[in-house]
Every structure is written in C-alpha cells, then in structure tokens.
C-alpha cells in the first residue's frame, strides 16, 4: 500500500511539473520581440478614430480621411493628434477647409505649422474650425457668432444664400454619423488672444 502512495504521488508531482513547465513555455513564448512590437504599435493607435467599421455611417474624420481635396486637413489633424475628438459621439460641425484654401495661406506657413513644435498653434486653428452642433448651412443663417472648440467665437455672416463662418464661404455640407462637415473655401484664422 506504501508503494502505491509514494508511487501516485511521484506521478501527480511529475504531472504537476510538466504541467508548470507547459504553462512556462507559453507565457515566454507570448512576451518576446514580436508581441512587443505589436504592443507598441497598438500603444499608438489607441482611441476611437482608429476603430474600423465599415457598417455605420462615417464620421467627420472618416470624411475627410476620404476627401482628396481634404489631405492637408487630414495631415494637420494628425500632426496635432486630434483624430480622436473627430471622432466623438457630438454632433459636431467642423469647418473644413480645402487643399487650395491651405495652399492659399502664405509659403511655408502649413509646413511651418505641421512641425513638431508647433503641435500648440496648429491644434488651436484646428479647433477654431469646429463647434458643438450639427446645423445645416440654412439654419446657420440665425447665426451672428458660434462659439468654437478653443473658446472663441467665430463670426457668422449672411451674404444672398451664402453662409460665410469666419470669412470662409461654406461650399458644400457633407452629414455625418456624428455632426456634419461643412466645406470651406478658407483657413479660419482665430484672432490673436
């Protein structure tokens, strides 16, 4: 009978061992170079705007992100990592401004602004390019002023049928599953703090 105890204990211990071992194995195998590139990159696409769904209706980064005429817009936002407010449930009203109203902008001053060091100034034009809401160009018309992400108020003129937000004339409205993009033929500047 002792034979058979110490017999069953040698083999629930070897067991046991090769048990831990396996367990071992897996989590070393799990923790090497490769997972921690993959965390590295996850690290950096963390957030909302970089959950993919192709099912619902595209949010205002979604929009720009497809627009070709929106690709400086697109290259700014990311500069001054602000994807992931575009991308909030809102609804917000962004004022987007084209490529050829960038280009307008005198030299160098976009690529001036897309410098690392700059990330403070070039997120707070952004931001004076949106507004809690989603109102359609017509709506917009009741408007004298809209107060904008960087806390200040931006001017709304009426001008005939057109809808001018900051000097910029609005020239096509694109709704989206959180606000609405309302292109524009110009950088909003805000005023001088």
Do not use: W
């Not at 004076?128 to 009741?142: A, C, E, I, M, R």
Request: one cysteine or more.
């Amino acid at each position: 009978m002792k034979s058979t105890i110490k017999l069953s204990t040698l083999g629930l211990t070897l067991l046991l061992a090769i048990h831990v071992g396996c367990k071992d194995r897996a989590q070393n195998e799990t923790t090497g170079p490769d997972t921690n590139a993959s965390e590295a990159i996850m690290e950096s696409n963390k957030g909302q705007a970089f959950i993919e769904d192709d099912e619902s209706t595209p949010n205002v980064l979604q929009i720009a992100i497809g627009s070709p005429d929106h690709s400086t817009l697109v290259a700014a936002v990311q500069a001054a990592q602000l994807e992931n407010a575009l991308v909030n449930a809102g609804p917000l009203m962004v004022f987007a401004p084209t490529n050829e109203a960038f280009d307008a902008l005198p030299a160098g001053t976009v690529e001036d602004l897309l410098k690392p060091e700059n990330k403070e100034a070039l997120a707070n034009i952004l931001k004076y390019h949106v507004t809690p809401g989603n109102y359609s160009k017509d709506f917009l018309k009741k408007f004298k002023k809209l107060g904008q992400a960087n806390n200040q108020d931006v001017p709304v003129e009426v001008k005939g049928d057109d809808v001018f937000v900051g000097g910029a004339k609005i020239i096509a409205s694109v709704p989206a599953g959180n606000g609405i993009v309302h292109v524009v033929d110009k950088v909003i500047l805000p005023p001088a703090q």
